[in-house]
T-cell receptor, first 116, second 112 residues
Framework: DAGVIQSPRHEVTEMGQEVTLRCKPI?????LFWYRQTMMRGLELLIY????????DSGMPEDRFSAKMPNASFSTLKIQPSEPRDSAVYFC??????????????FGSGTRLTVV | KQEVTQIPAALSVPEGENLVLNCSFT??????LQWFRQDPGKGLTSLLL?????REQTSGRLNASLDKSSGRSTLYIAASQPGDSATYLC???????????FGTGTRLKVLA
């Protein structure tokens, strides 16, 4: 398996532009998570999906952020309009949960976003 | 609210030393605990996963233990090598959800 695949690896954009980050989870995994990592705040969960349904989006900073999972093999995180304070590394992770047992996360390599 | 703390924040040791990284959490009701390694500018690599019913897991020179009642986990690295230099993160999965709460990490440097 190729693992969790994120694109792009790096994104530099100007303030006010729309940014779309993409994630392909591991085939067969039924949960997908978007995290943001900064030096100041560490790893923060933004949103997670279970069976393509958003379960908890309490970590989404504000209405400028939105996420979708149209099918089991693809998810997007969109920021519109982007601001310099959105600069961070955005990670996608997926996992498999069966009954009450979860088998841990597998992370993608991340997207380093810089908003200038 | 679950909080995860890792001590020390940074550690520098000579090659060959055995070392222990600590992780503590405030809510003992967890699904599992996972240790990750993160190299500078890279993603997170899973090292060990301990389910709530388990006491420890081993992989090569790594051993992770879990004591739920005291809210602690330790990652033991035997015979450390310069290639072990990285940031080590522990994460606790909260009850009723399948999301992890991460500690702030221990930045390890192993000197040749």
């Amino acid at each position: 398996d190729a693992g969790v695949i994120q694109s792009p690896r790096h994104e530099v954009t100007e303030m006010g532009q729309e940014v779309t980050l993409r994630c392909k989870p591991i085939s067969g995994h039924n949960s997908l998570f978007w995290y943001r990592q900064t030096m100041m705040r560490g790893l923060e969960l933004l949103i997670y999906f279970n069976n393509n349904v958003p379960i908890d989006d309490s970590g989404m900073p504000e209405d400028r952020f939105s996420a979708k999972m149209p099918n089991a093999s693809f998810s997007t995180l969109k920021i519109q309009p982007s601001e310099p304070r959105d600069s961070a590394v955005y990670f996608c992770a997926s996992s498999f949960t069966e009954l009450v047992t979860n088998y841990g996360y597998t992370f993608g390599s991340g997207t380093r976003l810089t908003v200038v | 609210k679950q909080e995860v703390t890792q001590i020390p924040a940074a550690l520098s040791v000579p090659e060959g030393e055995n070392l222990v990284l600590n992780c503590s959490f405030t809510d003992s009701a967890i699904y599992n605990l996972q240790w990750f390694r993160q190299d500078p500018g890279k993603g997170l690599t899973s090292l060990l996963l301990i389910q709530s019913s388990q006491r420890e897991q081993t992989s090569g020179r790594l051993n992770a233990s879990l004591d739920k009642s005291s809210g602690r986990s330790t990652l033991y690295i035997a015979a450390s090598q310069p290639g072990d230099s990285a940031t080590y993160l522990c994460a606790v999965m909260t009850p009723g959800t399948y999301k992890y709460i991460f500690g702030t990490g221990t930045r390890l440097k192993v000197l040749a």
